[in-house]
């Protein structure tokens, strides 16, 4: 069973940085594609970025230039480094793994990420 746990959220300014991290452990393919999404309060969960065991990124256009996708495959790790950061980029970020970009996924716990002055 594949679990995989985020950590490195908190709050910033706008303006700011951060950095999170995903560690997966258990039965992982390494084809697996591995992704970071966001829930804001009140909306659905959307994808913010995905990157395949080839480190080919996907990015959504509303993080493109701000944000970077990157992975590990020898530590099954994943990382998103966030500039650049706006409000608008509240919200609860999700580590997930799949087989596909479409899925299905398997989810971590979520980190709490605040962009407020």
């Known amino acids: 069973q594949v679990q995989l746990v985020e950590s490195g959220g908190g709050l910033v300014q706008p303006g700011g940085s951060l950095r999170l991290s995903c560690a997966a452990s258990g039965s992982i393919f390494r084809s697996s594609v591995m992704g970071w999404w966001r829930q804001a309060p009140g909306k659905q969960r959307e994808s913010v970025a995905s990157?395949?065991?080839?480190?080919?990124?996907i990015y959504a256009d509303s993080v493109k230039g701000r944000f970077t996708i990157s992975r590990d495959n020898v530590k099954n790790t994943a990382s998103l480094q966030m500039n650049s950061l706006k409000p608008e980029d509240t919200g609860v970020y999700y580590c997930?793994?799949?087989?596909?970009?479409?899925?299905?996924?398997?989810w971590g716990q979520g980190t709490q990420v605040t962009v407020s002055s």
């Open positions: 997930s793994l799949s087989e596909t970009i479409f899925g299905p996924f398997t």
């Open positions: 990157i395949t065991s080839g480190h080919s990124p």
